[in-house]
Nanobody, 126 residues
Framework: QLQLVESGGGLVQPGGSLRLSCAAS????????IGWFRQAPGKEREGVSC????????YYADSVKGRFTISRDNAKNMVYLQMNSLKSEDTAIYYC???????????????????WGQGTQVTVSS
């Protein structure tokens, strides 16, 4: 069964850190580009970061650049999103998604991603 599962969300104070994980079953993740997206209450889903399948080139939205880091551990078949200096505006449900095409992950629309996880809630609040 092809599945992506996110974990690592939770409640954190402003300025704190969280590391989200995206685990894959039925996929060999290093063959695919992976994106992280988020959706805040009342807002549209937006792209946060992505990492290419080959070479590991990365992309970040301006709103998270310098605070978030995406990485992959191919041996563990995992992709991570390290989130530092969290702000209240980072509160959202975070999703990982898999892109089977070879296009630059930063250049494709979210509806071109083929598989999605169920999401993990991140709440930044004091």
């Amino acid at each position: 069964q092809l599945q992506l599962v996110e974990s690592g969300g939770g409640l954190v104070q402003p300025g704190g850190s969280l590391r989200l994980s995206c685990a894959a079953s039925g996929f060999i993740l290093d063959k695919y580009s992976i994106g992280w997206f988020r959706q805040a209450p009342g807002k549209e889903r937006e792209g946060v970061s992505c990492i290419m399948r080959s070479g590991g080139s990365t992309y970040y939205a301006d709103s998270v650049k310098g605070r978030f880091t995406i990485s992959r551990d191919n041996a563990k078949n995992m992709v991570y999103l390290q989130m530092n200096s969290l702000k209240s505006e980072d509160t959202a449900i975070y999703y990982c998604a898999l892109l089977t095409s070879g296009y630059q992950c930063a250049d494709v629309e979210e509806d071109e991603y083929d598989y999605w996880g169920q999401g993990t809630q991140v709440t930044v609040s004091s």
